[in-house]
């Protein structure tokens, strides 16, 4: 450092520009830049970089909240992509470490280079706001009908005499597809559904919103206690045993994606997460450990 320095006082000398830009250097502004701590290669990498959809970010900042407390030296950072395809393109472009996925890994998004697995499952409830008092239960033929427009107010339902306001999800957002496979179906969504692309917008927004209505993670209810009211669909609770019993179907799985050929920092926070440890956090948060 002080080799390049002293090349420097003299290259702007040779230059005539030593005295017009005023450089001036003392020994102790040289030693001061000695003892500056430089980035390192191993510093590098202990940064963990993390993309996917939005529908994963809740179960991966969990998992990595509680590996860097063990693990002060590593940190994990989250990349700000919604859907999953852009981050598996980052990922095998080496500019992320891990994807949050809520589909397997398609053959033609697979180079040979990356690998997956199925991190748990995330119940999928449908939930109101806490102003919708009286409405508990909705059969495949009322939500089909809220969907589409046709039953525009809760006293329809039982409930307070106000308008429905339906929070949806793009339809290519795996909350949407789930709906339509389980209960929707191919029936047209109303066009006054205020679309929000981001599962957290859509959770911020039923809570804040009166007389609304969304479909979202069980889990991330469970996890932040939310004050919304979780509906039963066809007289079924949207709850775990529901699921282990083949009561309750709807489920988002969430696969991780990664390099056959991980940094040390990563595989390691990878075998965290599938370590019996990390079921054990799945589980206490309303996940589902997949086996």
């Known amino acids: 450092m002080k080799n390049l320095i002293h090349s420097l006082i003299i290259s702007c000398t040779l ?7 005023g450089i001036r250097f003392s020994e102790s502004d040289i030693a ?3 003892q500056k701590p430089q980035a390192t290669d191993s ?18 900042k969990l998992l990595a909240k509680e590996y860097q407390a063990k693990n002060p030296q590593v940190k994990v950072d989250f990349t700000t992509n919604s859907q999953s395809e852009g981050a598996i393109a980052s990922l095998k472009s080496n500019i992320i470490d891990i994807v949050g996925s809520s589909h397997k890994l398609k053959p033609e998004e697979n180079n040979g280079q990356i690998q997956s697995r199925e991190l748990a499952t995330d119940l999928l409830l449908v939930a109101t706001h806490s102003s ?6 909705l059969t495949t033929q009322q939500l089909q009908a809220i969907y589409r427009g046709d039953i525009t107010n809760w006293q329809q339902l039982g409930g307070p005499n106000a308008k429905i306001v339906v929070l949806d999800r793009p339809e290519d957002e795996s909350a949407k597809k789930l709906l339509r496979k389980y ?6 969504t109303t066009t006054k559904a205020v679309i929000l692309n981001k599962e957290g917008e859509l959770i911020d927004t039923l809570q804040s919103t009166p007389y609304t209505i969304g479909a979202f993670s069980l889990a991330t209810s469970v996890i932040n206690q939310l004050p919304v009211n979780r509906l039963s669909l066809n007289g079924i609770s949207p709850k775990i045993e529901n699921f282990t019993n083949g009561k309750y179907q709807m489920v988002r799985h969430i696969e991780i994606i990664w390099s056959k050929k991980p940094s040390p920092s990563t595989q390691d926070f990878i075998d965290f997460v599938f370590s019996q440890e990390g079921s054990k956090i799945l589980d206490k948060n309303g996940f589902v450990p997949a086996k």
């Open 15 to 21: 230059l005539g520009l030593y005295g017009c830009i």
């Open 183 to 188: 209960y929707l179906g191919k029936e047209k």
């Open 43 to 60: 510093q590098a990498q202990n940064i963990i970089k993390v993309g996917g959809s939005s529908s994963t970010t809740t179960v991966l």
């Open 132 to 137: 919708v008092k009286g409405v508990t239960n």
């Open 32 to 34: 001061t830049f000695q």
